[in-house]
């Protein structure tokens, strides 16, 4: 009788625990913070789960207090970079750095020979891909810049091999960084093969296949006052100062200035003349992996652009 009681009373103590416990008002934090690792399929050694939450929670209030400044043209949100810090996802993302001797001009660019109102968007012929954390940017930018150039002007849908440029084309870096204007040429010079045949592995390895059937006749720099234009006709590859684009959701993109450091594409611009940014982050980022940056030479946009012919 009296080890029933006792039985009982334990029970009574341990469901009133446990009660209090779920009835715990959970923060806000906790709960995205927990989201957060299964969306993004993070998992952390016990010592770093601490630290990386400390920053998780750091960049989590910087992002509330952004999209409750009304004066901001665009929102913030968490993605995948949300437990990194600032250096931390410069060191991985932002490996561009332009040719030796190279400044960008800090005159007003003017877009030429286009009509006002003009708008062209080519979203949807284009796909989102990630370069997961390797720091080839810049072979994203010109294999989408020949996918969109094969697809826009022949019709042809090609799903070409990032990790052959990281790998083969050796006037670049691969993870550490490199240059889209290069890397088109290899692929004038040697061709591209298919991303089933050289899939992407985002990390530096050796040379498997050094060409491939796919090719183009010509690489063509753009003039500044020309990109719109271009544009017009086919996506286009570009570089840009990212420093602040981690945690970008939506909206007109202006918060930069022309220290050029990220290679992504232009695929269109709106009838105010506002840019249409791929980037090579996955879908989860952005708008659904798109950005819209500032007409005008926003973020160094037109200094550096190139295109397949
Ligand atoms: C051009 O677009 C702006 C808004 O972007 C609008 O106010 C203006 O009326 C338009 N002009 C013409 C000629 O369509
Ligand atoms: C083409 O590939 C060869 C062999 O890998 C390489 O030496 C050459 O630099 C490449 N061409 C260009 C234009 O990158
Ligand atoms: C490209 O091909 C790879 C390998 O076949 C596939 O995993 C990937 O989903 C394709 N990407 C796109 C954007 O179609
Ligand atoms: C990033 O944004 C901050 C304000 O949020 C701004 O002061 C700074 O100049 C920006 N950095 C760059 C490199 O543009």
């Given at each position: 009788m009296q080890k029933t009681l006792l039985v009982a009373g334990l029970t009574l103590l341990l469901s009133t625990i446990g009660y209090i416990q779920n009835q715990q008002p959970v923060d806000e934090v906790s709960m995205v913070f927990k989201q957060f690792k299964i969306s993004y399929s993070k998992s952390y050694a016990y010592v770093e789960e601490a630290y990386r939450r400390a920053i998780f929670e750091q960049n989590f209030a910087k992002i509330l207090a952004h999209n409750a400044d009304p004066t901001q043209t665009y929102t913030v949100g968490v993605n995948?970079?949300?437990?990194?810090?600032q250096d931390e996802f410069a060191s991985i993302y932002l490996t561009y750095t332009p040719p030796e001797g190279w400044q960008p001009s800090d005159e007003e660019v003017v877009q030429e020979g286009v009509q006002p109102n003009d708008s062209v968007d080519w979203r949807s012929q284009v796909r989102v891909k990630d370069q997961g954390t390797c720091g080839s940017c810049w072979a994203f930018s010109a294999i989408g810049a020949v996918e969109a150039f094969l697809k826009v002007t022949k019709g042809e849908n090609h799903n070409l091999s990032e990790q052959q440029l990281v790998d083969c084309d050796k006037a670049s870096s691969g993870c550490n960084g490199g240059y889209p204007d290069k890397a088109l040429k290899y692929i004038q010079a040697n061709g591209s093969t298919t991303e089933s045949s050289y899939?992407?592995?985002a990390k530096n390895q050796?040379?498997?296949?050094?060409?491939?059937t796919t090719k183009i006749s010509g690489v063509q720099n753009i003039a500044k006052t020309g990109l719109q234009a271009a544009i017009k006709q086919y996506p286009i590859s570009v570089c840009v100062?990212?420093?602040?684009?981690?945690g970008y959701k939506q909206g007109i993109f202006s918060n930069c200035n022309k220290n050029i450091n990220h290679a992504v594409m232009a695929v269109g611009y709106d009838a105010s003349g506002n840019w249409i940014i791929k980037n090579s982050w996955a879908t989860s980022w952005g708008q659904n992996g798109f950005m819209f940056l500032q007409a005008g030479d926003t973020c160094g946009v037109t200094q550096l652009a190139v295109r397949a012919i």
């Open positions: 995948q970079f949300t437990d990194l810090t899939p992407y592995a050796a040379c498997k296949t050094a060409t491939g100062d990212a420093s602040n684009w981690s």
